[in-house]
C-alpha cells in the first residue's frame, strides 16, 4: 500500500488551517529507567504538579484553536488510557482524545507512519508531535506562527543547554538570522552545537509522511538487516526480511535518527528557540525537578489549584482536596500532596511528591524525595535526598566515587520506622525500612545492591547504584544500565543487551556479591 496524500494550496489564513496533534507514549517495555515508580504505573500517567506526565501536554494543546483531535500512540494496552482519555475527555471538552495502539514498538516515526491514515483523516495541515517524557512549557502558538511566517516543513522546538551535557541530546546547528535547520545530529560523539532537540515538533503532512516513507524505502533496499539493536526479543526477531507489501513491513523508524538529518537537508525547517524552562523527565528522580518547575509555572499564572501562601505554606505547594495536612506542618516550596495524604502535626515537606494514601507521621522531614503510593514515614524519621544545581539535566551524584541517585525514592507500599534517617536510597516497593540506610538500592527482601557484581568470571566497578541492583534482583530487562564492562568486553556487553535469554540464564548461574 502506498502513500497517497492529494496536493493541495497553502490555507489562506495558515494559523487556522486545520491541525491534529500527537502524544508518543512509548510502551510497557521501556520506562525502565523510571522504575520503581513505573512499577504500578506507567510513566506518563505519574502525577507531576497534582497532574499526570501527558495532562500538562494536552493543556498545552489545548491552547491552539486550530487543534480538535489529539492521538496518544504507544503499545500499553488499551486498557491503560481509557480512564485517563475519559477524565481528560471531560478537562479539555473541545479536544477529542484517542488512543492509537502499535502492536509492537515501532519507533518515533514508526507509529506516525502506522496510523497515517487515522491522522491525515480530514485531511490535516499540519501535525504537532509532542514525546510525553518531556517537562516545559511547549511555546506551540509561538512554534506554529514560525510555521507560518517561514512557509516551513518542519519547525522544531530546542534550547540551549552547556557545552557538557549537550552531547547526551539531539544537537541542532542552526542560522542565526533565519533560524533555519542546517544540520542535525542525535547524541554526536563531539561538540557541534549546545542548542539541543526538546521532543517537541510541527510538521506539515505533506513533508513528514513522504519523509517517513522515503527512510523505509531507503532500508528496503536492502533484502535482510538488522533493524535495531535487540532489546525485549530474541535476536532472530530484530531481523526482517522485505516484500512487496509495505503495510506488512516491521519496521523500527525514529524521527531522530531517521528522519531529522535528512530534513535539515532542506531550506524549510527550522527551530523555534524556546527561553522557558525545558527538561527531560527520564528517570524516577526526574520528576521531583520536573514538579518543581511545572508548580512555579502554575503559581506565576496564578493558578487556583495551588494552595495560598501562608506562615506554612511556602509557595508553590499543590495539595489535594481529599488531602488532610495539619495547620502546624510545613510546606514548600515545590511540594505536591496527593489524593487522601495524612500529614502530621510539625511535619516538614519540601521539594518532594507524595503520592496517594500515604502518611507523613508528625514531626517527620521529607526533602528532595517521592513518597510512594500507600507509604508511611514514621514520626521523628527522616527522609532525604541531595539538592543538585537547577542547571543540571541529571538527578544523579557522585559519592565515594560512585554514582548514586541525589533523589530519595519509596516505591509503592514502603514504611519508614519512627526516628529512622533514608537518604539518597531507592526503595523496591513493599520493604519497611527499621535502621539507617545511605547512599543505596533497598529490595523488598532488605538487600542492599551496593556491591560490585561479578559477571563471566570478572568484576569491575558500576556505572550507578542502580544497576547492582539490576544485576542482583535479576531485572533483565534494563541492561544497558546495569553493568560496567571493560573495553575488552563489549562484545559480550553487546550481546547481553539485546539477547534476554542468554543474559537471564547468566543471572541465574553467577553468584552475586553483596557487602
Sequence with gaps: MSLQIPHRERHVNGISAVTKAVILVGGSSRGTRFRPLSLDVPKPLFDVAGHPIIWH???AIEKVPSIHEVYLIGYYDESVFR???KDASTSFPHLSIKYLREYQALGTAGGLYHFRDAILKGRPERLFVLNSDVCCSFPLNEMLKMFVEKDAEA?????????DAASNFGCIVSDNHTRRVLHYVEKPESHISNLINCGVYLFSTDAIFPSIRSAIKRRRDRPARLVSYPSSENLESSFIEYDDDESETTEVIRLEQDILSDMADSKQFFVYETKDFWRQIKTAGSAVPANALYLQKAWQSGSKEL???SENIIPPVFIHPTAHVDPTAKLGPNVSIGPRVTVGAGARIKESVVLEDSEIKHDACVLYSIIGWNSRVGAWARVEGTPTPVTSHSTSIIKNG??????????KECGVGDEVRVQNCVCLPFKELKRVYGDVVVSSDGVRSQARPRVLGYEDKPKSSDCCW???????RNIEESLSFPDRLKDVYIVLEGWVLMFRVIVEKTPALVD
Design 307 to 309: 494552595a495560598e501562601h
Design 155 to 163: 519547525v522544531i522546538l530546542g534550547t540551549r543547554v552547556s557545552e
Design 402 to 411: 560512585v554514582k548514586v541517585q541525589s533523589i530519595t525514592i519509596l516505591g
Design 470 to 476: 539490576m544485576l542482583i534482583h535479576r531485572d533483565e
Design 83 to 85: 480512564d485517563f482519555i
Design 57 to 59: 501536554c494536552l493543556t
